[in-house]
């Protein structure tokens, strides 16, 4: 259960990724990505973070062991606005810029 004053953001970064992962079929969804991403938004408590010029000028430079650009701009956006980052992604985990929670 969520905390009641527990803020919880996600980058617009993540519609493209999950758009991107269901159409390679990779990821099942009852719903097109768009729509499902859309719904997620408005059902849980999440705060949409967008992709600025600021975290697009970071994402290069984020000290990450891989080269995913998505990850990237995730890391980059937790980066610039002091937040820890929700995944099971080990390689995200590896980065020592960012912290993670799972």
């Known amino acids: 259960m969520l905390q009641p004053d527990l ?5 617009a970064i993540s519609a493209f990724e999950i758009s991107i992962k269901h159409r390679k079929g990779k990821l099942q969804l009852p719903l ?3 729509q499902w991403f859309l719904r997620a938004l408005s059902a849980y408590p999440l705060t949409e973070l967008p992709v600025t010029s600021e ?3 970071l ?5 990450a062991p891989h080269s995913d ?3 990237r701009i995730i890391m ?3 980066q610039i606005h002091g937040i ?3 995944t099971p992604d080990s390689l995200i985990a ?3 810029e960012v912290t993670v929670i799972w």
Do not use: F, H, K, N
């Not at 803020?7 to 980058?11: A, I």
């Not at 994402?59 to 000290?63: H, I, R, S």
């Open 32 to 34: 097109p990505p768009r």
């Open 94 to 96: 590896a980065a020592r």
């Open 55 to 57: 975290v697009a000028g």
């Open 7 to 11: 803020t919880l953001y996600v980058s």
């Open 59 to 63: 994402a290069p430079e984020v000290d």
């Open 69 to 71: 650009p998505c990850d």
């Open 84 to 86: 820890p980052i929700l």
């Open 76 to 78: 980059a956006t937790a």
